[in-house]
């Protein structure tokens, strides 16, 4: 086991011991004994600056430009996304780079691509409108131009019956308007698009906008086209609107801005739609392969960044974190010197040393960095040794509470009880070699994997990879116990130990079967499988088994804190919190674990829910065919009797004595105090 890197076991059990020590670091080394100090993780600093605020502390500019800085990486991050590129960089294959040349390059990217951005963004919105106004001048001229009009043949059979020039004076603006006759009145018209689901309330507004004096017509786009406003695929709709007047007109306007409509101008003469049409679409070939242009230099600058993105943002993260310590320490009298406080393993002062000794080095300081250990009356906070092996084991552990300064650490035992008692659950062998294969893979692909930024669930699989290993092993196990492959059972350990009575007999019924052989040796007999008792049998050997390693592990817990206890020499809990409980959990919970091993070991037929139930019920009532050994009744009483008391015993006692206790020394120290 080479991940337990020879850790006594000591350091295992119990948090690793603390010492308050204070360091005094000259300015110029300042800095970098942080940085190495960071790097290590062994000290943990105390604030010594509570009383101000955090735009009162010294390096608060420097917080500031790291503040910046990880918003413009954030910025970068983000626009490296959406272009759809990938974070290729390794931060170990890169040189180092000082934080004063990070701010002025990042602010050069930032400024070159907020440029490329914007002109991108103007390019592109042109572009959609230019194509917008050719999909108008497509539709629309339909309606402008005689010829090109979707009635065709009304317009023919118009012509043929009112020929007569006496007709023209005489007819209908909206029959003159079909004709192509120019109409002496004034008659306008306005082109543009909308959006399809909004023409007709666009269309029910015009017209009692202008009390019916328009003709409205509309046809539909034949693709999907970007909004110039929104930059959103939408299914558009071009219309033309004829109508005479300019206050007319005004309103019309008016409402298609209301309905985000544009309007673009349109000429009636085929000849001028034609040249403004070839103008339209050389202009948006020249746009688009502007746009092509700007793109590819847009993705350019963008993975060069890319490349170094990972190292910046360490770079930047750490120091900021180097800045956030330094913010925590104070000043001494001249001014020229740091001082902290904190809390280190007192088997880490020798690191804590050397690193400072390589700061002072480094920093070319003329005075060193003076390190020594303080007396304090604080409690020292819970440091436990990890490697990539247990590291996930305390994180679960932490997750439901940090234990105290030198108590037993639970995170050792969960080790092996967490994964069990998954695979108790789980419990199918030929699913726990699916979840081995998984895990071999992670562990296999560790270092590069490790290196890599991975999604919120793929990154807790990895940190989780050794406990997703030993669930593999232990479900492999238990399905063999339950003789379990994909949830059917396999003769894994030889033929059945029961066979058939005679030729009558069903396979699925156990009533025939007959015991020919020795037991299975190992796990459940493949007979059970389909057979009329399968589910009574494996149910009650899952469910009693379930119960007795739920109590065994809290009997564990209990002891746990018996040796807590003893640890810090507290009588009081051992007497009023530790015997009350093995009592009372002993009395109920265990009696019972020992009713199932009594019953597995005899083959008795007694119903365990009717003993327990009738314990509390009918203490003093003969067990009848529900005793399984000579004494029970007796005992079930006395065991009874011991829970009712450990309760009481459990809850009163302790509060009023720590109460007590209290009380006696508040009045203590009232009396020792000085009067002046």
């Known amino acids: 086991m080479e991940y337990i890197d020879n850790l006594p076991a000591m350091d295992l059990m119990r948090s690793e011991k603390m010492t308050f020590v204070q360091l005094i670091i000259p300015v110029e080394s300042a800095h970098r004994a942080i940085s190495y100090l960071g790097e290590l993780g062994l000290l943990q600093f105390r604030e010594l600056n509570a009383d101000k605020s955090p735009f009162q502390r010294t390096f608060v500019n420097q917080v500031k430009r790291c503040a910046e800085m990880s918003r413009k990486l954030r910025f970068f991050k983000d626009q490296i996304s959406k272009a759809g590129l990938s974070i290729s960089g390794h931060p170990g294959m890169q040189p180092d780079l000082e934080l004063e040349e990070l701010e002025i390059r990042l602010a050069e990217h930032e400024h070159e691509l907020i440029e490329t951005n914007s002109n991108s963004e103007k390019l592109q919105q042109t572009y959609n409108e230019l194509l917008e106004f050719k999909m108008v001048l497509q539709k629309a001229g339909a309606f ?18 009112h020929s007569s020039d006496d007709y023209v004076d005489t007819a209908s603006l909206l029959e003159q308007e079909i004709r192509g006759t ?5 008659i306008r018209c306005m082109c543009g698009i909308i959006c399809r689901s909004k023409v007709p309330k666009f269309e029910r507004i015009l017209f009692r906008a202008t009390r019916g004096n328009l003709l409205f017509n509309q046809a539909p786009a034949d693709v999907y086209i970007t909004d110039p406003t929104s930059s959103e695929m939408v299914e558009k709709t071009v219309f033309v609107v004829f109508f005479s007047g300019e206050q007319a007109r005004m309103k019309i306007l008016k409402i298609c801005e209301a309905f985000g409509a544009n309007c673009y101008p349109v000429p009636e003469e085929i000849n001028k739609q034609r040249q403004i049409n070839k103008e339209v679409s050389s202009r948006l070939a020249e746009l688009e392969a502007t746009l092509d242009a700007g793109i590819r230099q847009r993705n350019k600058a963008l993975a060069d960044v890319g490349f170094h993105l990972s190292r910046w943002m360490n770079l930047v993260r750490r120091e900021k974190a180097v800045y956030d310590t330094l913010n925590m320490l104070n000043f001494d009298v001249t ?17 804590i040393q050397e690193a400072l000794q390589r700061a002072t080095f480094h920093s070319n300081s003329q005075v060193g960095i003076i390190f020594h250990a303080m007396d304090t009356v604080e409690s020292p906070p819970t440091y436990f040794k990890t490697n990539r092996f247990t590291n996930a084991f305390q994180e679960i552990v ?31 062998w030929g699913h726990g070699i699916c979840l081995l294969m998984l895990a071999l893979f992670l562990i296999a692909r560790e270092g590069k994997l490790s290196s890599q930024r991975l999604g919120s669930f793929m990154e807790m699989l990895f940190g989780g990879r050794y406990i997703v290993l030993l669930m593999a092993l232990f479900s492999i196990y238990c399905g063999l116990i339950y003789n379990e492959f994909f949830s059917v059972p396999f003769h894994i350990f030889g033929q059945s130990a029961y066979k058939c009575r005679d030729a009558t007999c069903s396979d699925s019924y156990t009533a025939g079967l007959v015991k020919f052989r020795d037991p299975y040796p190992f796990g459940v ?53 530790f015997l009350p409980q093995m009592i009372f959990l002993n009395s109920l919970f265990g009696y019972l674990s020992l009713l199932v091993i009594i019953k597995w070991c005899t083959g008795s037929r007694a119903d365990l829910y009717h003993v327990m139930i009738y314990m509390f019920l009918s203490p003093f009532e003969d067990l009848g065919e529900n005793e399984l050994f000579w004494g029970q009744r007796p005992l079930q009483i006395l065991l009874l009797l011991l ?30 105090t000085p009067l002046f």
Request: charged residues 20%; aromatic residues 12%; neutral net charge.
């Open 335 to 351: 001014k020229k010197c740091l001082v902290g406080e904190g809390w280190c393993p007192i088997s880490a002062k020798s690191q």
């Open 144 to 161: 402008l131009v005689p010829g090109k009009s979707p009635a065709v043949a009304e317009e023919t059979e118009l012509e043929e019956i």
């Open 182 to 186: 120019p109409v002496q009145s004034g």
């Open 398 to 428: 932490d997750a439901y509470g940090v234990s105290r300064y030198q108590e037993a650490n639970p995170a050792v035992y969960t080790v092996v009880t967490f994964p069990f008692l998954f695979a108790v659950m789980f419990g199918d």
């Open 525 to 577: 007999d493949p007979s059970w499988r389909g057979s009329r008792s399968e589910l009574p049998f494996l149910n009650s050997l899952k469910m009693k088994m379930s119960i007795l390693l739920g109590v065994a592990q809290m009997n564990l817990g209990i002891m746990l804190s018996y040796f807590n206890a003893r640890y810090f020499s507290n009588s009081l809990d051992i007497r009023y919190q």
């Open 643 to 672: 829970a009712m008391i450990a309760v009481p015993w459990m809850l009163f006692p302790k509060p009023f004595i720590l109460k007590k206790l209290h009380s006696e020394i508040s009045r203590a120290y009232v009396w020792d």
